[in-house]
């Protein structure tokens, strides 16, 4: 696509936020916060605690786990230029795993193993001793696994673009998903927490949408229609103002 960083990063966003709230993931914040601020979870609940004490350790986890996943996004796009020549049966393929992985996603409630809290009680407590650049590192390379249908879908798109830029941009964007209610946990933790507890009672209908989601943007690449879908949004995005990765 020319003009910009195609809107499949909406979709990479969203795709970041289900990964945060999955079963494998979610019990896990409030152990990972502690563990890279030394605050208690206790602490954190009655609210006897530096908001700048939590939250600067945080971003920093963040920007860490972010860095390993932007580097993935790009090399998975390096990879992809490498076959440009072929560029038809390449989306195709992406369109391909996409489907299969989607379909997988909506495997994952009825199939125990596959849904199962992770409780990597050492692997938090190395984190906190690592520091919170160790620890989002690790969280990237441990949890690959856990998020494996929602990144590899990712990456899959990510294999489909033009530079190594915009593929990193759309992994910015799966991180971003995972982030950005990381650190609003860091900023009110128990009002998150009770809202993402919400969420989680209704993971089931959650998971039900993002498989969808992603099966049809897979269909989307596999067809050819996602980049005609994206040109449209763009042009849409224009005639509002709105096209902010227009110079990307």
Same mark, same amino acid.
């Given at each position: 696509?020319?003009?910009?960083?195609?809107?499949?990063?909406?979709?990479?966003?969203?795709?970041?936020?289900?990964?945060?709230?999955?079963?494998?993931?979610?019990?896990?914040?409030?152990? !990972?916060?502690?563990?890279?601020?030394?605050?208690?979870?206790a602490?954190?609940?009655?609210?006897?605690?530096?908001?700048a004490?939590?939250?600067?350790? %945080?971003?920093?986890?963040?920007?860490?786990?972010?860095?390993?996943?932007? %580097?993935?996004?790009?090399?998975?796009?390096?990879?992809?230029?490498?076959?440009?020549?072929?560029?038809?049966?390449?989306?195709?393929?992406?369109?391909?795993?996409?489907?299969?992985?989607?379909?997988?996603?909506?495997?994952?409630?009825?199939?125990?193993?596959?849904?199962?809290?992770?409780?990597?009680?050492?692997?938090?407590?190395?984190?906190?001793?690592?520091?919170?650049?160790?620890?989002?590192? %690790?969280?990237?390379?441990?949890?690959?696994?856990?998020?494996?249908?929602?990144?590899?879908?990712?990456l899959?798109?990510?294999?489909?673009?033009?530079?190594?830029?915009?593929?990193?941009?759309?992994?910015?964007? !799966?991180?971003?998903g995972?982030?950005?209610? #990381?650190?609003?946990?860091a900023?009110?933790?128990?009002?998150?927490?009770?809202?993402?507890?919400?969420?989680?009672?209704? !993971?089931?209908?959650?998971?039900?949408?993002?498989?969808?989601?992603?099966?049809?943007?897979?269909?989307?690449? #596999?067809?050819?229609?996602?980049?005609r879908?994206?040109?449209?949004?763009?042009?849409?995005?224009?005639?509002?103002?709105?096209? #902010?990765?227009?110079?990307?």
């Amino acid at each position: 696509m020319s003009g910009g960083v195609d809107t499949t990063v909406i979709a990479a966003f969203a795709v970041g936020f289900v990964s945060f709230i999955s079963p494998c993931v979610l019990p896990l914040v409030p152990g !990972y916060l502690s563990a890279v601020s030394g605050i208690s979870i206790a602490d954190m609940r009655s609210g006897e605690r530096s908001t700048a004490r939590i939250l600067l350790p %945080a971003i920093v986890f963040c920007l860490s786990f972010t860095a390993v996943f932007i %580097a993935l996004g790009m090399t998975a796009t390096g990879l992809g230029s490498a076959l440009q020549d072929s560029r038809g049966t390449l989306d195709k393929l992406a369109g391909a795993v996409i489907i299969a992985l989607g379909v997988f996603f909506l495997l994952t409630p009825f199939v125990p193993r596959l849904n199962a809290e992770w409780r990597p009680d050492a692997l938090i407590t190395r984190a906190g001793s690592g520091g919170p650049l160790i620890a989002g590192a %690790a969280f990237a390379v441990a949890w690959t696994p856990c998020v494996g249908p929602t990144l590899g879908s990712i990456l899959s798109a990510a294999a489909t673009q033009d530079t190594v830029g915009k593929g990193g941009i759309l992994l910015a964007f !799966y991180s971003a998903g995972l982030a950005v209610p #990381f650190l609003l946990t860091a900023i009110a933790f128990t009002r998150m927490t009770t809202a993402f507890r919400w969420l989680r009672d209704r !993971y089931l209908i959650v998971t039900a949408v993002s498989g969808v989601i992603l099966v049809t943007m897979g269909v989307l690449l #596999f067809t050819g229609e996602l980049q005609r879908l994206n040109i449209e949004a763009q042009d849409a995005l224009d005639g509002l103002g709105l096209n #902010f990765f227009k110079s990307v």
